[in-house]
């Protein structure tokens, strides 16, 4: 680290972390339930089953933290210089919860939790929103009420739905409603369904590592081609950890879906009314938690746009202050560091 990390914007710019972790007492116990009843799928056993019951320094830092909304928070942001924290229920939230009931009171209450804590550091802690999409009626009245009475900036939902994908008929209420109401919605990743694990956790590969950047492109990819942003052409999807590779990858994407698209390969996929290209750029907006990493962060301002590419530093799970030093001394500009670090995530999730 070159230079010393405080808050209060010296450095020309605010820092806002948009990807931020915390979880309730009783999201924890449901989950670590679910594990020890031996019927959570792979993915769930695999990360929770470290996670929860680990007693390495890391996991012990991480459960510690995740359930803090406290001073230990607020601490760890002023060390690292980070001014605000955009909130969300941890992954998977109360998506593998098998009793929907259990899932949608333990998501209400995480709101209200969430809620409580934005009330006593209001320039601090900013909330997404909670709900169980399992149970797309309620979330939709579970949006509604985080928007118009919590005042929470955005939603996440923590990518497949019990091995089901946004773009399935069932869950066309939630993207209404996040159009409707003007709520980004971020698609954040969990362990991978029973479908899509194969000998990933055989490989040590199926968690932080690879897997989850596999399994949430995919469910991107997914409500890109089929249709999703010409049903709802102001809905703002976010995706963590440098667009999940996207951007990387999208000269390829965009090539092998028209090409599919013109020889008819696919009977669900229907022609579009743009290219790829122009829903990343329109109706995609990425974060680089997890990743400061600035080749990763000059590929997505160069193929999306500066004004689409935001800091995330992925609390508790990657807490480095050293690392946010790092992302002040970007060769990027002035200006786009101003967007990157401040002004995106003050558009976006109207902070
Ligand atoms: C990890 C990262 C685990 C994230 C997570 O859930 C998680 C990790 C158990 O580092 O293994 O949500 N993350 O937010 O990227
Ligand atoms: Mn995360």
Redesign the pocket.
Known sequence: MSHELKTGGDRGYLRIATEE?FATHEQLDAIMDLVRSGHADQGTMS?WGF?GTSPSERTTFIRERLLDLGELRIGAMDAAGIDKAVLAM??PGVQNLPDDEQARGIARRGNDILKAACEKYPDRFYGMIAVAPQDPAFSVEELKRGKEELGFHGVQINSHIKGHYLDEEQFEPILKACADLDLPLYI??QGLPDSMIGDMVGAGLD??IYG?AVETSYHALRLLTTGVFDRYPNLQLMLG?GCEGLPYMLYRLNYMHQAGLRSGRYPRLKPLQHDLFHYMRTNVLATN??LPFGPAIKTMIEVMGEDRVMYAM?YP??YLPEEVGMMDDLDITDAQKKKFFQTNAERWFKL
């Open positions: 972790a990360l996670y941890t992954s954040h990743p968690g932080a989850f950890h938690s997890g992925d799970y990657q």
